[in-house]
T-cell receptor, first 115, second 115 residues
Framework: NAGVMQNPRHLVRRRGQEARLRCSPMKGHSHVYWYRQLPEEGLKFMVYLQKENIIDESGMPKERFSAEFPKEGPSILRIQQVVRGDSAAYFC?????????????FGPGTRLTVL | AQSVTQPDIHITVSEGASLELRCNYSYGATPYLFWYVQSPGQGLQLLLKYFSGDTLVQGIKGFEAEFKRSQSSFNLRKPSVHWSDAAEYFCAVGLSGGGADGLTFGKGTHLIIQP
């Protein structure tokens, strides 16, 4: 009965490096959402993906950030040339179907620290 | 665009006392409403949700929430809190009508339980 899995749980990068965050949705779920949580803030929606498609990336920064959800394997959130402001907790959620009436199940998050 | 306000950043209650966490939303139509709980270093767990129908909804762990359209509120309540309820609580709103967007979260209320 595995839930949403994210790895790594903690990631430390120096400024200018790349960060790759992975998310494996719950079994049977084909919809993935990425959220970012800055300190003392709520979660901010970044991107919504289905297998091989980006459905909504309205919350994604225009530069340095990208996301994918390939046919096989986990969803990947990629941050290029990280800056200190990217330090945050990144949460992935998955759902069975499209639309917010389908419950989103959250993973434990990846805490990114940029030195 | 929808928004969520949680007016109380911190709330302290004594163990065994009643609890009410406030949530106000801004949205043009009836939204889907959610309360999530986040324990330190963990992901989010859904406590309850409102889509339609009875405006008083029951959730897990003894929580309930009441949707009041006239006040644009969805306050979370519990008649008697336990020390294990200490956590961060987030109210969230989602688009009704099956929209593909992610959830919009409030900034959270940090609940402290006094012995």
């Amino acid at each position: 009965n595995a839930g949403v899995m994210q790895n790594p749980r903690h990631l430390v990068r120096r400024r200018g490096q790349e960060a790759r965050l992975r998310c494996s949705p719950m079994k049977g779920h084909s919809h993935v959402y990425w959220y970012r949580q800055l300190p003392e803030e709520g979660l901010k929606f970044m991107v919504y993906l289905q297998k091989e498609n980006i459905i909504d990336e309205s919350g994604m920064p225009k530069e340095r950030f990208s996301a994918e959800f390939p046919k096989e394997g986990p969803s990947i959130l990629r941050i290029q040339q990280v800056v200190r402001g990217d330090s945050a907790a990144y949460f992935c959620a998955s759902s069975y179907g499209q639309g917010t009436y389908n419950e989103q199940f959250f993973g434990p998050g990846t805490r990114l620290t940029v030195l | 665009a929808q928004s969520v306000t949680q007016p109380d950043i911190h709330i302290t209650v004594s163990e065994g006392a009643s609890l009410e966490l406030r949530c106000n939303y801004s949205y043009g139509a009836t939204p889907y409403l959610f309360w999530y709980v986040q324990s330190p270093g963990q992901g989010l767990q859904l406590l309850l949700k409102y889509f339609s129908g009875d405006t008083l909804v029951q959730g897990i762990k003894g929580f309930e929430a009441e949707f009041k359209r006239s006040q644009s509120s969805f306050n979370l309540r519990k008649p008697s809190v336990h020390w294990s309820d200490a956590a961060e609580y987030f109210c969230a709103v989602g688009l009704s009508g099956g929209g593909a967007d992610g959830l919009t979260f409030g900034k959270g209320t940090h609940l402290i339980i006094q012995p």
